[in-house]
């Protein structure tokens, strides 16, 4: 209301009388012909054209709520990341054992390796033999499941063959494999706080640069910075195979999951929400087994991000205005949907 008065009284002003100067001269709106007006002049048919909300889109909180899982799965992702390496890091060395076996509620160590001063190392409470056969298991599992819901599609492009596709995995696996002893050594001059707040950083950056909207492509900034901080984060692991799994684990995580969930939202929503749901789950249960007070803060973000943000756009939708007119400046109506894809 305020809004109107304050064009009324604006446009008021610029007319003066509503015939104008000249009242014999009719008024046109052009401005390669000199007129006997002045040039701020508008006649009483400005208003008009005014237009309120234009195209205005109207949400439904259920289906908002789907689009802002995706967010909250990714976060989850960073957490079950996290969880795995809080898992494989528990270590401790020499006399430390006996504390470490009489902790409540926690699984035997084993024994790894000896140093040249005869320190005993003692692994977490996730083997790294584990957690590869885990991945390994799962990886193949998601193969499956993708290739059947990419069969349902059109083909644009000759698909790829299973032996391409086997091909590429060998030689990133071996490529981290072979790499794994330096990356193992990588940070050694580094402070762990350093080491952690770089992590944490890359992980920030990932979250944001994240392409929601097309999820089944991880953008080269999300997955790099997702990358660098498992190094950062692998390197403080007590031994090679360590590192080697954790990066594994990165890979599927970070550049091989989105590319099954993207094909899951195309192909099969009704089972999309579900999946979201799991992940989350998955993400603050396994968070609550190590670190209670993280699992919290996670559990509240998602609450906020999935439940409390859609609510507020829907609610906040009835109260938008916004108007448009002759003063707008022109707009280039023109379909660029094919330079997305």
Known sequence: ???????????TRAMGADDGPGAAVAWRKVLWERQPY???????????????NEGLRQYRYWAVVQEAGLVGEQLSCVAIFITLWLYMEEV?????????????????FSIHRKDKIGMVHYGGLLSPETLLVISLASSLLGYGLYQALASQAQPVLQPRTRLADLQSAAI????????????????????????????AIMLLAHLVSFPYAYPSTPGCLSLNAALFASVCLASRLPGTLHTFTMLSCALMVFALWPCLLGQVKDRAPRYFAAVCAGVCAAGVGGLASRWPVGAAILALALVSVMLMCP???????????NIHGPWDEAEIREDLSRFLH
């Open 38 to 52: 002045p040039d701020n002049y508008v006649d009483r048919r400005f208003l008009e054209e005014l237009r309120r």
């Open 92 to 108: 401790n060395y020499g006399q430390g054992l006996q504390q470490l076996t009489e902790r409540p509620g926690t699984i035997s």
């Open 1 to 11: 209301m305020a809004t109107n008065v304050l064009l009324d009284t604006t446009i």
């Open 311 to 321: 609510w507020l756009l829907v609610r906040l939708q009835r109260h938008k205005d």
């Open 172 to 199: 990133f696996l071996a490529f981290i494999f072979g790499f794994s002893p330096v990356l193992k050594t990588l940070t050694e001059s580094v402070s762990t706080d350093t080491v952690y707040a770089m992590s």
